[in-house]
């Protein structure tokens, strides 16, 4: 697995990839809605590209990171990738006006989202599913096993996946499943990822949370969200399930991870911290692996009841 610079196909980049686009002029009647710093423009073969911008937007490292890690253990995600955007006709900040001069603009950090392939499963626009509904999920009528599904539920905590309100998540029939014979349930926004109780992506935040279970001895997991999700009680089947693909990442990949996501521009907006030689300096990727590191081991180290 790349986990520096992410799947590939159709509508992949390298990082730090130049894509030059154009500014797509807003529509009242579809607002680009959210709070995150985004807008849309097209390329040049026609795309539409969704970018998310900002160097003090969290989002733009959370959601690649998370989206990445998810991917390389296997779960489904949105591909996102951490680009440099050229855009032709740009206002200043596209998200907050449009009728600033137009130039061509650079936005770098930006990134850019391929979504998965299908047709959304719903009754109501943005419903999704909440995670106690994963209870739901029954291997006997062709689901996941729960091993899956409760690895699903401690990896979410992890990486805190703290907005996880229903809009968040998605039932999808894949593209290449027309009849939805196995409909899939994934997390589509992993924004607000890698953070503590403010869920936005934040070294600090996200180590100060010192471990991944609220009660370890019982394997209940310390899943801090936007809803009122209960605190994931988890099976050792899905611990050791989810402790077996996380084993699979080398160092190297964890670095990569974080490379790729470009956590070393979100450290220089951060809180200094101490070096090796006791002098303070910005946070680093590495200082992020070791946190990593720390909660693999955690969720390795840990036997839960039967």
Not at 51 to 57: D, E, F, R
Not at 85 to 114: G, H, M, W, Y
Not at 232 to 244: N, Q
Request: with cysteine; proline share 7%.
């Amino acid at each position: 697995m790349d986990t520096l610079n992410g799947p590939v196909g159709g509508g992949s980049y390298k990082l730090s990839e130049e894509i030059p686009c154009r500014y797509e002029e807003r529509d009242p009647k579809k607002p680009i809605g959210g709070h995150s710093p985004k807008f849309p423009c097209h390329d040049a073969a026609g795309n539409r590209l969704k970018v998310k911008y900002g160097a003090g937007n969290p989002e733009v490292y959370g959601e690649v990171a998370a989206t990445r890690l998810f991917w390389a253990l296997g779960f489904y995600a949105e591909r996102m990738y951490s680009v440099k955007i050229l855009c032709d006709n740009c206002p200043v900040d596209p998200f907050v006006s449009s009728s600033t001069p137009r130039a061509l603009r650079t936005f770098e950090p930006a990134t850019v989202q391929k979504r998965l392939a299908g047709e959304e499963l719903s009754e109501t626009k943005d419903e999704g599913w909440t995670f106690d509904e994963l209870e739901w999920v029954d291997e006997t009528a062709g689901g996941a096993p729960k091993a899956h599904v409760d690895a699903f539920k401690l990896l979410a905590a992890m990486v805190n996946h703290g907005d996880n309100t229903p809009n968040q998540q998605r039932i999808l029939c894949l593209e290449d499943d027309p009849d939805c014979r196995r409909p899939v349930l994934y997390a589509t926004d992993l924004g607000s990822t890698f953070g503590g109780r403010d869920f936005m992506t934040s070294y600090r935040h996200w180590s100060k949370k010192k471990s991944v279970w609220k009660d370890a001895a019982k394997c209940v997991a310390d899943f801090q969200g936007s809803t009122s999700f209960r605190d994931p009680k988890i099976s050792e089947a899905g611990r050791k399930f989810l402790s077996d693909l996380l084993e699979r990442l080398s160092e190297a990949q964890i670095r990569d991870l974080f490379r790729g996501a470009r956590l070393d521009l979100l450290g220089k907006q951060e809180r200094p911290v101490p070096g090796p030689d006791g002098k303070v300096r910005p946070v680093g990727v590495d200082d992020w692996v070791r946190v990593f590191l720390k909660k693999r081991e955690q969720i390795r180290s840990a036997r839960c009841p039967s």
